[in-house]
């Protein structure tokens, strides 16, 4: 598993500020899709490739227990304007 940090695709003035999303996910492909699940304004789910391609990418340890719902791709956190 990987923890991804990555900043809100949607651009300005349609997000005022932006934002940042946190994701747990074995790859990429799992973060888009995880991404376009929980997407508020569909008209910008073409930049979530990009946003995700651009994420900081950290590897988690298989062997610990993470302080989530479970240790299945998930969205951890999300900070949008």
């Known amino acids: 598993m990987n923890l991804y940090i ?10 005022e500020y932006g ?5 747990m996910a074995e790859n990429g492909g ?3 899709d995880i991404l376009k ?4 304004d569909d008209e910008y789910e ?3 490739p990009d946003a995700v391609s651009n994420a900081k990418v950290f590897p988690l340890d298989k062997n610990e227990l ?3 719902a479970s ?3 998930q969205l951890i ?3 949008y304007t």
């Not at 699940?37 to 508020?40: A, F, I, K, L, P």
């Open 30 to 32: 799992q973060v888009i």
């Open 71 to 73: 240790n299945k791709p």
């Open 6 to 15: 990555g900043d809100y695709w949607v651009p300005f003035p349609s997000s």
């Open 77 to 79: 956190n999300t900070f």
């Open 46 to 48: 073409h930049l979530i």
């Open 66 to 68: 993470f302080r989530v």
């Open 19 to 23: 934002g940042n999303w946190v994701v």
């Open 37 to 40: 699940g929980t997407s508020y």
